[in-house]
């Protein structure tokens, strides 16, 4: 069972950027694909991006390919989600969510707490 923390959402203007990180415990984290997802107010979850176990493949929802960018370091234990170019309508709470099983894509059930990204305008 993995475990996750998300940190690093803030209050940035549009335009800024941002940098979320994806802390999980547990040995076999780097058998686990890794998500991002967000969630405004009122609606569903929306993936986002997500990164192979062994993190040689990238997947991005199109709202968000060219602007941000998932990566991580199985040596930290550690999923990031780089976000450039932000814009209001990027306002949510993102998490970050673990496949349920090693080597699999999905589904993603094994959810951090959330961290809140806003961008004013």
């Known amino acids: 069972q993995v475990q996750l923390v998300e940190s690093g959402g803030g209050l940035v203007q549009a335009g800024g950027s941002l940098r979320l990180s994806c802390v999980a415990s547990g040995r076999t984290f780097s058998s686990y694909a890794i998500a991002w997802f967000r969630q405004a107010p009122g609606k569903e979850r929306e993936f986002l991006a997500a990164?192979?176990?062994?993190?040689?493949?990238?997947y991005y929802e199109d709202s968000v390919k060219g602007r941000f960018t998932i990566s991580r370091d199985n040596a930290k234990n550690t999923v990031y989600l780089q976000m450039n170019s932000l814009k209001p309508e990027d306002t949510a709470v993102y998490y970050c969510a673990a496949a349920s099983k090693p080597f699999v894509p999905g589904p993603y059930d094994n959810w951090g707490q959330g961290t809140q990204v806003t961008v004013s305008s």
């Open positions: 990164i192979t176990w062994s993190g040689d493949n990238t």
